[in-house]
Each structure stands twice: as structure tokens, then as C-alpha cells.
């Protein structure tokens, strides 16, 4: 199943500037998001824009396809949750992956709000953009974009939640030369990423590219609810 690029809610056009207001009120703080926050649903579809180092990729987020993955992207970054966040696991024609924050306390903050594991309606293919997990039901805000083919991850637990649009040169051009992480290969090892965020990265895998800024280009409205529930 391919992911839509036009749904029938993008006929309505986009959040009126009163309902923009409304849902920026509700975003959730960068260092302290609460469980209430994060329930409230977001839009039926969004695209995001990340500015890197190496240049801009955007992505549409398709709510129906992952509901509650496509609210987790959306709170955090309203919350600017991504912003200076480093590409730590690049590994070319298999993803690009990225999610710990520099300050290891925000990281903290979030990865207290698992999700439930979603159904992957539609694959893992190249450009498709999924959230990482460590076992069953433990997705926060790890995220991965796939650069190969990676079917085999559908009945993992990976449910991409959208596509780039626009960009792949650009994700395809981020530094892969660290390889795999720790203990695997030479790459940054996960758990010091969690404990001392940027400062163990620029000191160990200074070359890491990373991303400037995440922002919501443009939405398309639903009703509210809570997280989960179309």
C-alpha cells in the first residue's frame, strides 16, 4: 500500500489563523511534555521540513496510515524537540537515524512517553520515515529515515507514519563514515548518547551532521481527540 499524498480533508485547506492559535497553546514544553499534552490528536496530515547540515529534506506525515506516531512527530516538533539533534546511526541503503536530544534532561523528559506499536500499513521502503523501538510497545521519539528497501522491518513494530517528499539527496549525503554504534560497530554508543547527549558526540563523532531546525510547513485540520483515535 502506497502512503496518499491527498487525502479529503486537504480540500478544506488548511488550520484557520483562530485554530492555529488555539493548537499552538497546547503545545507541549520541550522539557517538561505531559501525558495529557501528547494525547491530543494532531492533524489528519502535515509536512515537515528539516533543515541539516547538508542541506533541506521535507516529509508528508500521514495520520491515518500511524496515528499515534504522527502525533508524537507532531507535539515534539512543535516543542522544537529536534532542533541541534545529530544523525548518530547512518548506514547507507539501510537508514539514517536520529532522536537523542543534545540536553540528555530533555531526551529523559520524552522517552518517559512510550507509544503502543502500530500496525505498518504501509512498508518500509526507501524515503519512508518510521520511528525506532527497542522491544514491544517502547517507541518515544527515535526516528528513522529508510534510505534502502527495508521490508523485512514491517512486522518488527516499524510503522512509518510518512514519506519525503523532497530531499533524499540530502539524507542519502549524511555522514555515514562511523558506521553501525556500539557494541555492534564503531559508531556512537546509544546509551552514552542518553547520558551525555551533544557534549559525547562533538567530543567523540565530531563529523556527525545534524539537524538545524524541524518545522511544520503547513496542516490539514481533524478533530480533536485523544492520540490514537481518528
Known amino acids: ?17 483562530s485554530a492555529q492559535s488555539a493548537a499552538q497553546a497546547t503545545a507541549p514544553s520541550l522539557r517538561g511534555p505531559t501525558a495529557a499534552q501528547l494525547a491530543i490528536a494532531g492533524p489528519d496530515s502535515f509536512d515537515i521540513s528539516f533543515h541539516t547540515t547538508k542541506g533541506k529534506f521535507t516529509a508528508r506525515i500521514i495520520r491515518s496510515v500511524a496515528p499515534r506516531g504522527s502525533d508524537r512527530l507532531w507535539h515534539a516538533a512543535r516543542a522544537r524537540y529536534y532542533d541541534g539533534v545529530r544523525f548518530y546511526r547512518v548506514i547507507p541503503g539501510f537508514m539514517a537515524q536520529f532522536g537523542f536530544h543534545g540536553d540528555p534532561a530533555v531526551t ?36 528513522f529515515v529508510n534510505t534502502g528497501n527495508n521490508d523485512s522491518l514491517d ?70 481527540g485523544p492520540a490514537g483515535k481518528p
Not at 500500500?1 to 489563523?17: C, E, K, N, Q, Y
Not at 512510550?114 to 518515544?140: C, I, Q, W, Y
Request: aromatic share 8%; net charge positive; charged share 20%.
Open 155 to 224: 512486522g518488527l513494530g516499524f510503522a512509518p507514519i510518512g514519506r519525503v517528499l523532497d530531499g533524499m539527496s540530502v539524507v542519502d549525503s549524511l555522514y555515514s563514515g562511523y558506521g553501525e554504534g556500539a557494541p555492534r560497530g564503531r559508531g556512537p554508543d546509544q546509551g552514552l548518547i542518553a547520558d551525555q547527549g551533544n557534549a559525547y558526540l562533538t567530543r567523540a563523532f565530531p563529523r556527525l551532521d545534524a539537524i538545524d531546525s524541524a518545522r511544520v510547513l503547513r496542516r490539514w485540520p481533524t478533530a480533536p
Open 108 to 143: 529523559r523528559a520524552w522517552e518517559g512517553f512510550t507509544m503502543p506499536d502500530e500496525p505498518a500499513k504501509v512498508s518500509n521502503t526507501r524515503g519512508t520515515l518510521s520511528f525506532a523501538n527497542r522491544g514491544r510497545n517502547s517507541r518515544t521519539v527515535q526516528l
Open 1 to 17: 500500500m502506497r502512503i496518499p499524498f491527498v487525502t479529503t480533508s486537504l480540500l478544506f485547506g488548511a488550520l484557520t489563523a
